[in-house]
């Protein structure tokens, strides 16, 4: 068994059209336990550190836009392999093709709004969690 963390992020989206149970509930019943948890509003800053990735790319603006336009949701989820697990569970980041069953594939409109986010590697996890979460917040 590999505990990992992992952060999941649901989006101005997912916020506005009341799927935050919905989501949470998929988590839990997959097995995966959440251990940090808050809404908030995203700031431009911490949005251009966790997609510090993207930086540069044709869609960068529009999405830290898009991230700060209203709450989201962050969350730490803890579970074997989380971070493989959630990126499943997450499925395509176009959710016009992502699988049914996933959470994508069920609730995106949207390549742009898709509804949520997952950290795709461990390492990226580790530094996502660390932009939005001081490690008192988190609970063992």
Same mark, same amino acid.
Do not use: W
């Given at each position: 068994?590999?505990?990992?963390?992992?952060?999941?992020?649901?989006?101005?989206?997912?916020?506005?059209?009341?799927?935050?149970?919905?989501?949470?509930?998929?988590?839990?019943? @997959?097995?995966?336990?959440i251990?940090?948890? @808050?809404?908030?509003?995203?700031?431009? @800053?911490?949005a251009?550190?966790?997609?510090?990735?993207?930086?540069?790319?044709?869609?960068?603006?529009?999405?830290i836009?898009?991230?700060?336009?209203?709450?989201?949701?962050a969350?730490?989820?803890?579970?074997?392999?989380?971070?493989?697990?959630?990126?499943?569970?997450?499925?395509?980041?176009?959710?016009?093709?992502?699988?049914?069953?996933?959470?994508?594939?069920?609730?995106?409109?949207?390549?742009?709004?898709?509804?949520?986010?997952?950290?795709?590697s461990?390492?990226a996890?580790?530094?996502?969690?660390?932009?939005?979460?001081?490690?008192?917040?988190?609970c063992?």
């Amino acid at each position: 068994m590999v505990v990992q963390r992992t952060l999941v992020i649901i989006k101005p989206d997912g916020v506005s059209r009341g799927l935050i149970g919905e989501i949470i509930s998929r988590i839990e019943r @997959k097995g995966l336990r959440i251990v940090a948890l @808050k809404m908030m509003k995203l700031s431009v @800053k911490d949005a251009e550190e966790i997609y510090a990735v993207h930086r540069g790319k044709f869609f960068f603006k529009e999405l830290i836009e898009f991230m700060t336009s209203g709450p989201i949701v962050a969350m730490i989820v803890e579970g074997d392999e989380a971070v493989k697990v959630m990126r499943i569970m997450v499925g395509s980041t176009d959710g016009r093709v992502a699988s049914p069953g996933t959470i994508r594939g069920d609730y995106a409109l949207s390549p742009s709004q898709n509804v949520v986010h997952a950290s795709d590697s461990l390492e990226a996890a580790e530094r996502e969690i660390g932009v939005l979460f001081r490690e008192d917040e988190i609970c063992s």
